[in-house]
């Protein structure tokens, strides 16, 4: 069992930058694969990045590539976000999430998941 919690979000003006972190409780959070996904109003929820058990292989989405960095502290039980050069179609709830083992980006694979912190990107 994993308990999940999102801070970080905020309001942000185009071109800025915010980092979202994600603090993790309870068994083994180093045998977890964990990633972000995002929902804007109105749309389904969308694969941002990823990252494996061991912290050295990341994955992203294409709308983020080259913009976000996804990271994580096994010893801390923490995830990180760094999100730069931010676009108003950015403006999501951003929710992390924790799946044992391997990753992959279907929101549906997750096991677990935080309450969402809110990312508010103005034009």
């Known amino acids: 069992q994993v308990q999940l919690v999102e801070s970080g979000g905020g309001l942000v003006q185009a071109g800025g930058s915010l980092r979202l972190s994600c603090a993790a409780s309870?068994?083994?959070?180093?045998?977890?694969?964990m990633a972000w996904f995002r929902q804007a109003a109105g749309k389904e929820r969308e694969f941002v990045a990823g990252?494996?058990?061991?912290?050295?292989?990341?994955y992203y989405g294409d709308s983020v590539k080259g913009r976000f960095t996804i990271s994580r502290d096994n010893a801390k039980n923490a995830v990180f976000l760094q999100m730069n050069s931010l676009k108003p179609e950015d403006t999501a709830i951003y929710y992390c999430?924790?799946?044992?083992?391997?990753?992959?980006?279907?929101?549906?694979?997750?096991?677990?998941w935080g309450q969402g912190t809110q990312v508010t990107v103005s034009s």
């Open positions: 309870g068994r083994a959070f180093s045998g977890y694969a």
């Open positions: 990252i494996n058990v061991r912290g050295d292989t990341t």
């Open positions: 999430a924790a799946k044992a083992y391997i990753f992959t980006p279907t929101p549906t694979d997750y096991n677990y």
